[in-house]
């Protein structure tokens, strides 16, 4: 299985900071890497796929880049509704496998 | 809006076999391939399987013994089964619709709320 390597594991901020998530593939894996945010109680929701398209209605705040092992999440800004869970995943080869998380907090 | 609701049984003896059921309205099933995933309490995400309207299933290896995913296409549905469950298998069950440019999933863009399933005597 590709492993998936999130980090930091949780991050503090402030609104409007700027934060970065990094995530590492054990193998190559191109651009197949999506991002999931995930509020408390609820289901993730994609934000970008293919590395660095953003989902359609997710803020131009967000923004990711990379390709082979290693991707990152920007988040510009951050408001308050960004305090959220945040997880890689790799869509290269199955099985599919996700990140730890990063867990965003004031 | 396609939107995914999903229903089964949430508390299971160990041994039975949990059934979950999701169902695609307001948007096409065809086309698709059709994901479960499953969030173990405190922990991260588990992608279980999917299928395509066709009818072509990966599964993950570590519980392929004893899952199925199906689908209904006269319904468009997709049902997972997964048997011999003991407490390790407590978790929040999420489906999900993976948008496919190839023949295998390249992002899943829309979920279900997630039903939660415990296992216990």
């Known amino acids: 299985d590709i492993q998936m390597t999130q980090s930091p594991s949780s991050l503090s901020a402030s609104v409007g900071d700027r934060v970065t998530i990094t995530c590492r593939a054990s193998q190559g894996i191109g651009i197949y890497l999506n991002w999931y945010q995930q509020t408390a109680g609820r289901a993730p929701e994609l934000l970008v796929f293919a590395a660095s398209s953003l989902q359609s209605g997710v803020p131009s705040r967000f923004s990711g880049s990379g390709s082979g092992t290693d991707f990152t999440l920007t988040i510009n800004s951050l408001r308050p509704e960004d305090f959220a869970t945040y997880y890689c995943q790799q869509s290269h080869r199955t099985p599919y496998t996700f990140g730890q998380g990063t867990r965003l907090e004031i | 809006q396609v939107q995914l609701q999903q229903w089964g049984a949430g508390l299971l003896k160990p041994s039975e076999t949990l059934s979950l059921t999701c169902g695609v309205y307001?948007?096409?099933?065809?086309?698709?391939?059709w994901n479960w995933i499953r969030q173990l309490p405190g922990k991260g995400l588990e992608w279980i399987g999917e299928i395509s309207h066709g009818g072509s299933i990966k599964y993950n290896p570590s519980l392929k013994s004893r899952v199925t995913i199906s689908t209904d296409t006269s319904k468009s549905q997709f049902s997972l089964h997964l048997s011999s469950v003991t407490a390790a298998d407590t978790a929040v069950y999420y489906c999900?619709?993976?948008?496919?440019?190839?023949?295998?999933?390249?992002?899943?863009?829309?979920w279900g709320k997630g039903t939660t399933v415990t296992v216990s005597s």
């Open positions: 307001g948007g096409p099933f065809s086309g698709y391939y």
């Open positions: 999900a619709r993976g948008y496919a440019s190839g023949t295998y999933t390249d992002y899943m863009d829309v």
